[in-house]
């Protein structure tokens, strides 16, 4: 198993809190943790009432609801997950399967799925593989195993799907920065208006030739952000400086591009957008060796807020925020919604995105 993998799991690991002895000579005892009884009897009522008022359901005065609600937060009381399982046949876990053993994608909205879980006594168990049948088809069985109550599917771009079959798996399904089948639920950034908005923050800043450079014309992403910069150019009037201009995510597609466009000694453009911040990283570090000052010379935005990208250039990047911790919350509020049995309409969302302005652009800084 990969140390890559292990960091992944261990990312969500719940531990159980213990005691370690100054002493050697005495073993680290567990502590006990509240039970329902000792709710009950602080807040002097009875182990039904106390369980109705944490459940929110029965008949009490909110004021008695609110002292064993209030009694179990000061307990750090927190509900025997196995015993609930039982009764309402319920594991009280979900699954999230990706085919992202880097994290880029998959951490962000683990993060926020796991978050909007946290209140609802639901843990999350992830399986994380390379995107090869087989492998991927045995991480679907052990969340089978667990007894996952529902399953998010997630990846590394939005217009492909893990191979794995879910349509016998006989519980609700959510996509999540994958591409989502007919009559299923899924969740993406919008791309088109998130570069929409960044190439309208250029001009706003005055700039009117901007350069698109962005990643391999095979992803939907790269053409949803061209559609995007094309848009707002359009809106304002604008032609574009040239046509977008594809290649590898790469700092060096971002690297040889910028020495491109600034070595022929023809008209030379006043800002770049670019469809990620690594391909920004390479347009700044190229301006850097060329002495062109950014953003005095040439203002750059990048996509992703990749921030050990994003904030480690020089100057530090303005770029889009994808909103990946929106996307798992979300994902996950929907899920469980699935599981109780709540009806949610089928289809694609598409969930804003957010510009956050640093130096590379110019203009007054948001962070």
């Not at 996509?175 to 706003?204: M, R, W």
């Not at 053409?223 to 094309?230: E, F, I, M, S, V």
């Not at 032609?239 to 977008?244: I, K, N, S």
């Not at 949610?344 to 995105?353: A, D, F, V, Y």
């Amino acid at each position: 198993m990969s140390k890559r993998y292990l960091n992944l799991v261990s990312y969500f690991a719940e531990g159980v809190k213990i005691v370690v002895s100054d002493s050697n000579s005495r073993p680290a005892t567990v502590v006990q943790r509240a039970t329902i009884r000792d709710v009950a009897a602080r807040a002097g009522v009875s182990v039904t009432t106390a369980s109705r008022a944490l459940n929110e359901t029965g008949r009490m005065s909110d004021e008695t609801r609110l002292r064993v609600q209030q009694v179990a937060k000061e307990l750090d009381y927190r509900p025997n997950s196995m015993a609930r399982g039982l009764v309402q046949q319920r594991s009280f876990t979900l699954g999230l399967l990706t085919d992202d053993t880097y994290g880029r994608f998959t951490l962000p909205v683990a993060a926020g799925l796991s978050s909007a879980m946290t209140d609802r006594g639901v843990s999350v168990f992830l399986s994380a593989g390379e995107k090869e049948p087989k492998r991927m088809q045995l991480n679907l069985r052990a969340m089978e195993e667990k007894r996952v109550d529902g399953l998010v599917i997630t990846g590394k771009r939005i217009d492909r799907q893990l191979p794995v079959d879910v349509s016998k798996l006989g519980m609700p399904v959510v996509y999540v920065y994958s591409k989502c089948p007919q009559g299923s639920i899924g969740f993406v950034p919008d791309d088109f208006n998130a570069a929409k908005n960044a190439t309208q923050h250029l001009i706003n800043l005055g700039r009117r030739k901007i350069v698109h450079i962005t990643g391999l014309s095979s992803f939907e992403a790269a053409h949803l952000r061209k559609a995007g910069w094309l848009e707002a150019l359009d809106e304002n009037g604008l032609a574009p400086f040239a046509e977008a201009i594809f290649g590898n995510w790469t700092e060096e597609h971002g690297y040889k591009t910028a020495y491109g466009l600034f070595e022929s000694g023809a008209d030379r453009p006043d800002a770049i957008f670019c469809g990620n911040d690594q391909i920004a990283r390479g347009v700044v570090d190229a301006f850097a060796h060329m002495g062109i000052k950014v953003p005095d010379d040439i203002a750059i935005v990048g996509f992703d807020n990749w921030e050990v990208f994003a904030k480690a250039t020089r100057p530090p990047l303005t770029t889009v925020d994808m909103g990946l911790t929106c996307l798992g919350k979300s994902a996950g509020l929907a899920l469980l919604d699935m599981i109780e049995g709540k009806p949610i309409e089928s289809g694609l969302r598409k969930l804003n995105c957010r510009l956050v302005v640093r130096q590379s652009c110019g203009g007054e800084a948001s962070e």
